[in-house]
């Protein structure tokens, strides 16, 4: 069966240093991957999705970026953290396009 | 603006009621998708529903999808405290919008509800 990892869970980080999330997938190949923001428990916000390794594409311009070094490998990158970067991240797969994805349990970012 | 809206914000209700929540979406769409998520955790998907679809129903769930509206709605029945949770509608763009709108999700901002045994 399909497995989706996603680490650390929680996140502690001052303004201004780097970061990297990780998610990789198990089961499956070639997954279209997604990395989601939602704040205050409430609505997704789309950042980056990914149909194959190497293709990134952005949603909201801002200081994050994304990569897919592997096909089943998604990693979410800052150079330099801003307070606004808090919140909850979650990283989704789907087997095709719009079919249902699946999330992973997130990483809780605060910036202080 | 999102695409997604659901109605009620928030929803409180006793274990037996059913609950029942609702979602509209401004674009045409292939299908709509239900989400549930605890607190704290990732979304799990629940339930999707086809454009040429009305109802759908799995175990104590029942969506129904009208497209004239462009609205659908979320039945849970016999609830249980185990249901509390916020539960999101999702969709995707039609399969011919063409360019990067092609196979994402737009959520709602999700309805709260509260399930007291």
């Known amino acids: 069966s399909q497995t989706i990892h996603q680490w650390p869970a929680t996140l502690v980080q001052p303004v201004g240093s780097p970061l990297s999330l990780e998610c990789t997938v198990e089961?499956?190949?070639?997954?279209?991957l997604y990395w989601y923001r939602q704040a205050a428990g409430r609505g997704l916000q789309l950042l980056f999705y990914s149909v194959g390794i190497g293709q990134i594409s952005s949603e909201v311009p801002q200081n994050l970026s994304a990569s897919r070094p592997q096909d089943r490998q998604f990693i979410l990158s800052s150079k330099k953290l801003l307070l606004s970067d808090s919140g909850f991240y979650l990283c989704?797969?789907?087997?095709?396009?719009?079919?249902?994805?699946?999330f992973g349990d997130g990483t809780r970012l605060s910036i202080l | 603006s999102q695409q997604g809206e659901e109605d009620p914000q928030a929803l409180s209700i006793q274990e037996g009621e059913n609950a029942t929540m609702n979602c509209s979406y401004k674009?045409?769409?292939?299908?709509l998708q239900w989400y549930r998520q605890n607190s704290g955790r990732g979304l799990v998907h629940l339930i999707l529903?086809?454009?040429?679809?009305r109802e759908k129903h799995s175990g104590r769930l029942r969506v129904t999808l009208d497209t004239s509206k462009k609205s659908s709605s979320l039945l849970i029945t016999a609830s249980r405290a185990a249901d509390t949770a916020s539960y999101f509608c999702a969709t995707p763009p039609r399969a011919n919008a063409g360019g990067t709108s092609y196979g994402k999700l737009t959520f709602g901002q999700g309805t709260i509800l509260t399930v007291h045994p």
């Open positions: 089961g499956t190949s070639n997954p279209n």
């Open positions: 674009t045409s769409i292939n299908n």
């Open positions: 529903i086809r454009s040429n679809e």
């Open positions: 989704a797969w789907s087997v095709f396009k719009d079919q249902p994805q699946h």
